[in-house]
């Protein structure tokens, strides 16, 4: 059974970065495009960045880009979300999720809290 497990959330002041971390188990790493999402109290969740089975590609939402980088280690079967001049509104729960390349349904960790204080 797959998992996915998120980890490097936690307080860091404005203009500060953190960097997200998500170990998928149980099946081919490989075989999974991988994205972020995240959820501020009070928002619905919504997309943050993605990138693809192989790295080649990757996608952002307007909000972040240029300021997060998402990548990945295949061999470590783990995807990271650096995210650098962090704001107040990044604060949010981050989810990981696993969408496989082949179709099917995407699978989701349980999210790691991430705050930004001003």
């Known amino acids: 059974q797959v998992q996915l497990v998120e980890s490097g959330g936690g307080l860091v002041q404005a203009g500060g970065s953190l960097r997200l971390s998500c170990v998928v188990s149980?099946?081919?790493?490989?075989?999974?495009?991988m994205g972020w999402s995240r959820q501020a109290p009070g928002k619905e969740r919504e997309f943050v960045a993605s990138?693809?089975?192989?790295?080649?590609?990757?996608d952002y939402a307007y909000s972040v880009k240029g300021r997060c980088t998402i990548s990945r280690d295949n061999a470590k079967n783990t995807v990271y979300l650096q995210s650098n001049s962090l704001k107040p509104e990044d604060t949010a729960f981050y989810y990981c999720y696993a969408d496989p390349a082949a179709g099917g349904a995407e699978l989701w960790g349980k999210g790691t809290q991430a705050t930004v204080s001003s």
């Open positions: 149980g099946r081919t790493f490989s075989s999974y495009d």
């Open positions: 990138i693809n089975w192989s790295g080649s590609s990757t």
